[in-house]
Nanobody, 127 residues
């Protein structure tokens, strides 16, 4: 099991950008499927973006396609989420997650499919 620590959250105005990072400790990080999730107050946790162990495949929620980019640096054991053109509806607690098994288009966004989680970093977007 991995240990995950997010950073990079903050408060921005609509249209602004933020870059989230998720520092990973533990063995075999490069073999894990990684993802970003978010949860707004009163709402369920939702998958934002997922990335395969080799970074060859990325998947996104429809609500962030074209605005967010997920990436990973396996040498630095870090996961990233570049968020552009932020909207007030992007306001949420963002968490990174990891799992040793590959994910499909039908499974990557399900929180129950991930074994390791970070504590989260808050993103607030004002209009």
């Amino acid at each position: 099991q991995l240990q995950l620590v997010e950073s990079g959250g903050g408060s921005v105005q609509a249209g602004g950008s933020l870059r989230l990072s998720c520092a990973v400790s533990g063995d075999r990080y490069s073999k894990y499927y990684m993802a970003w999730f978010r949860q707004a107050p009163g709402k369920e946790r939702e998958g934002v973006a997922g990335i395969s162990s080799s970074a060859g495949t990325t998947l996104y929620a429809d609500s962030v396609k074209g605005r967010f980019i997920i990436s990973r640096d396996n040498d630095k054991k870090t996961l990233y989420l570049q968020m552009n053109n932020l909207k007030p509806e992007d306001t949420a607690m963002y968490s990174c997650a990891a799992d040793p098994f590959p994910k499909s288009t039908g499974s990557w966004y399900r929180p129950e499919n991930y074994r390791s989680w970070g504590q989260g970093t808050q993103v607030t977007v004002s209009s």
